[in-house]
């Protein structure tokens, strides 16, 4: 069991100055405020921030973490106030346990809004004071290694937040061992069965991989010796979750998980590490495309090694890590490590690197569950190094492009980008960025950023900032669509476009919960009211029908140039045609208002319409303005018989029809029948009628239809 003797003798083996008194002062207090309190499975609760702070100890803290950690619980449970934690030991640790109460109230539940917004506010204090944590994470590991006293469905709930947010946090802030740890307890705990299996099947292996690991590591350590050069040699061996995801992941049983061998060697200096990896590649050969220098390119998350696998004795692969014991700190404790010497070192850069990443990516991301699904997706981010036309190096995580390069720049010069160049040749805008790349931007003044550039960017500065040019974009159009709907309306009721100027629109606004006019039309424009409905506030119909559940009348209006559809005499307005129907002129149709993106048009039988009929205020009446020359897509399903110059004589049949055909797919069936799908050019819906009549009559057709 733990006691305050161990802690604090543990906490002097590492900080011989460290403050005693407060850390004794702090047992105390924390152990009469839980008095009354017990653990689940009947313990005083004092013995759960004893841990903590024990875990804090093993990652070698500071004393004002260690304090925090055993009064961690104190304001949250008992009736102390942060006030008295003040009073009583400063404004540190009160920051500290304050930080971590507000946390507490916090309870995520995966990916969802709210929970994600918390989420956000975790990272906005550790983006303060990293301490908070690091203390977050020993509460939580503590918690999670005796979870076995709660219920099944708590446990199910606490792994699983685990696994999602704190295992690749941990990772995040390079703290390896804790994210294995997190990992493991997580699989443990929601699958106690599988766990122990694989445990069992492991332990089994594990006798034959060190034999092996034994043999390697004799052979190196005998060459190291003979060079002079000192080092420690460690065999690795996958943690389970680890093993369970690539059975997972490659639907492979643990047998044919093959898990590479493992060594790490840490020596003294850097140098040593490269004479090391040139006596590893002397001995075997080494395999292509394995080896990583992240010594002279660290990890964002200041992680520094040098990685090769080399085909070892007996042609199995080992993989090597080789670093030096400071890089191993790191490596392990991550930003714990650079906490450690805080003390009296002040913050290095390295650490501030990371902070800025944080807070970096709080600034950037407002909506919380983007937020999380950032933190998640750039989990570790493998990094690729460019070049600016300058010579400056750029750093982006893995699979960037070079719009997101381009993104890094300037929001601007992503906005323009048009092109680019790799190394002084064109590459595509989708194209992945290499290490070593010199990267240019072609830019041009007019151009817009495109929706299907989210498709391939990576980093989340490009996608947030695509983002909202298109919100922007979109409320413009809305706005747009939404003043030629309401003016319309107004006129459509007699009335003159001035009564938007007069106080009514005030109280109109009101009514719909809007601050400005821009607003009321974008609602409008997105679909959420109609503006029949901000018209009959604006100006009372007398004889008030039951019109305001129908569609406006039909106005058959002149057409001028533009388009082929009229919106109740309102023209240039942006429209779509509904590819599941696919209208074509002299067809019924109806308008439906998407959000953001003007009018779709649909057939009026349309199978869709139903759906979209809940939303009646975004039904819009149209109609063909007349006649053109311009045709419209429009798609046919034939079936028919399956023999041979059935396709030729169909698509002789069409195109003496004077009907261009834009695409066509042909497939058999078993049954012997075939079956077309064909876009075609259609100018009105008679031609399209006299079409599906000759068709029909062709020999060996069995049925058409739209
Ligand atoms: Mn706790």
């Known amino acids: 069991m733990k006691t305050i003797n161990k802690l604090i003798e543990k906490v002097l083996s590492y900080n011989p100055k460290a403050d005693v008194d407060q850390i004794k002062k702090a047992y105390i207090f924390s152990r009469e405020a839980h008095c009354s309190q017990k653990r689940v499975e009947g313990s005083p609760y004092i013995h759960h921030p004893l841990a903590v702070a024990d875990v804090l100890a093993d990652m070698k803290l500071d004393t004002a973490t260690i304090a925090a950690g055993l009064l961690h619980d104190t304001v949250e449970d008992t009736g102390t106030s942060t006030d008295d934690i003040k009073e009583m030991f400063g404004s540190e640790i009160a920051f500290l346990v304050d930080a ?13 809004e709210a929970q994600a917004e918390n989420f956000r506010k975790m990272l906005l204090a550790m983006s303060k004071d990293v301490r908070v944590i690091l203390i977050k994470f020993a509460d939580r590991l503590h918690n999670m290694r005796t ?58 292996r594990k006798e034959e991989q060190y034999k092996y690991i034994d043999e390697v590591k004799n052979i190196i350590s005998e060459k190291l010796s003979a060079a002079g050069i000192p080092a420690k040699v ?61 010594i002279s390119l660290p990890k964002s998350n200041m992680y520094q090694s040098l990685h090769t696998t080399v085909v070892g004795p007996g042609g199995d692969r ?100 048009v092109g680019a160049k790799a190394n002084g040749r064109i590459v595509p805008l989708r194209y992945k960025l290499n290490s070593g790349d010199a990267v240019e931007i072609i830019t041009s003044p007019s151009h817009i950023p495109s929706r299907d550039w989210l498709k391939f960017v990576v980093t989340q500065r490009a996608k947030s900032r695509i983002k909202q040019w298109i919100k922007t974009e979109e409320r413009k159009q809305s706005i747009e669509l939404g003043t030629k709907l309401v003016e319309e309306e107004i006129r459509r009721h007699g009335l003159s476009l001035s009564i938007l100027k007069t106080e009514k629109v005030d109280e109109v606004l009101k009514y719909f919960s809007h601050s400005f006019l821009e607003d009321l039309y974008v609602s409008i424009g997105y679909g959420k009211i109609s503006a029949h409905q901000v018209v009959n506030r604006l100006a009372p119909e007398k004889t008030e029908k039951t019109e305001e559940m129908e569609l406006p009348k039909l106005t058959k209006t002149p057409k001028e140039k ?74 046919l399903y034939i079936e028919s018989i399956d023999k041979p110059g059935m396709l030729a004589n169909l698509s002789s049949l069409i195109s003496s029809a004077d009907v261009n055909i834009s695409s066509l797919k042909a497939n058999s069936t078993h049954d012997k029948r075939a079956l077309f799908e064909l876009t075609l050019e259609i100018r009105n819906r008679s031609q399209l009628i006299n079409l599906v009549n000759k068709i029909s009559q062709m020999d060996g057709i069995l049925n058409v239809r739209r």
């Open 100 to 112: 971590l109460t507000k946390l507490s109230r916090v309870e995520f539940k995966t990916r969802e």
């Open 147 to 204: 979870i076995k006293h709660l219920s099944e469905e708590k446990r199910r709930r606490i792994a699983s937040e685990t696994l999602d947010i704190y295992a690749p946090l941990a990772n995040r802030l390079g703290i390896g061992w804790l994210r294995i740890e997190f990992e493991d307890l997580s699989f443990k705990a929601v699958m106690p069965d599988l766990f122990g299996d694989l445990q069992k099947k492991v332990a089994k």
């Open 234 to 294: 460690k065999g690795r061996i996958k943690h389970y979750y680890g093993i369970y995801q690539k059975m997972v992941q490659q639907k492979i049983p643990f047998e044919q998980v093959n898990d590479v061998i493992g060594l790490r060697i840490m020596t003294d200096t850097v140098s040593h590490c490269y004479d090391i990896l040139g006596i590893i590649h002397s001995l075997w050969p080494l395999v292509p495309g394995r080896f990583k220098d992240f």
């Open 318 to 417: 080992v993989e090597f890590q080789i670093r030096t014991e400071d890089m191993n700190e790191i490596a392990e404790e991550g930003i714990a490590a650079h906490w450690r010497y805080k003390e009296r070192d002040g913050i290095d850069k390295k650490n501030s690197r990371f902070i800025a990443w944080l807070r970096e990516l709080v600034k950037e991301i407002s909506d919380a569950t983007e937020f999380l699904e950032a933190v998640k997706g750039e989990v570790v981010p493998e990094t690729v190094y460019v070049f600016t036309p300058n010579g400056d190096i750029k750093e982006l995580p893995a699979g960037s492009t070079p719009v997101d390069f381009a993104y890094s720049i300037h929001t601007q010069v992503g906005h323009k980008c």
């Open 562 to 635: 533009g388009g082929v559809i009229t919106i109740k005499g309102i023209d240039n307005v942006l429209y779509h045609v509904a590819k599941c129907c696919f209208p074509v002129p002299g067809d019924q149709i109806v308008g439906f208002i998407t959000k953001g993106k003007g009018v779709t048009i649909h057939r009026k039988e349309c199978s869709n319409l139903e759906r979209l009929a809940v939303d009646i205020e975004r039904l819009i009446d149209v109609e063909w303005s007349r006649d053109t020359d311009i045709t419209s897509p429009t798609r």
